[in-house]
């Protein structure tokens, strides 16, 4: 039997169509890329996150020399909010980069492990997490949920 996964999501010429709130957390993603260590790479990402106190927690990339040592944006972000508010929800999340001598204006999406780890927190908390992708400027994606990011993701029920 064939099945089917579709999804919607926003497709934005620019982040002046967000909200004044989702704005402010993209330009805190944005901002976040400045604290990116990219020495290896020179791709700068940065992760911003409003939790349900409303509060913006930030989150860069963080290489290593030995390649698979380092941490994603998204995943540091992630594993900070768990660590210091690890009873608060995860409303939104935005992500944005800064590619060293390149341009940064389409749409960034995160890796496979990132996305696992986001459809995770959603897991967590039985909450959808907005997810607002860009580069520094141009157009803007908004998904509403992490599971569009991973619609065939591993949630752990089979463990039980």
Same mark, same amino acid.
């Given at each position: 039997?064939?099945? *089917? ?26 901002? +976040? ?10 791709? *700068? ?48 999340? +935005? ?64 463990? *039980?």
């Amino acid at each position: 039997m064939q099945q *089917k996964f579709e999804f919607e999501y926003d497709l934005l010429d620019n982040s002046s169509q967000l909200s004044s709130s989702d704005q402010e957390l993209l330009e805190a993603a944005k901002k +976040a890329t400045e604290t990116a260590f990219a020495p290896y790479s020179h791709f *700068k990402v940065g992760a911003a996150a409003r939790l349900s106190s409303n509060a913006i927690i930030i989150g860069s990339n963080q290489e290593s020399a030995s390649f698979p040592v380092g941490i994603c944006a998204e995943r540091a972000l992630l594993n900070t909010v768990g660590s210091q508010f690890p009873q608060e929800k995860i409303q939104t999340i +935005a992500i944005s980069y800064e590619p060293v001598g390149k341009p940064s204006v389409e749409p960034i999406s995160p890796c496979g492990m990132c996305r696992q780890s986001l459809l995770d927190y959603e897991n967590r908390f039985q909450s959808p997490i907005k997810i607002i992708m860009a580069g520094m400027s141009g157009k803007v994606m908004v998904l509403q949920s992490a599971t569009h990011l991973l619609p065939f993701g591993f949630d752990g029920s089979i463990l *039980k």
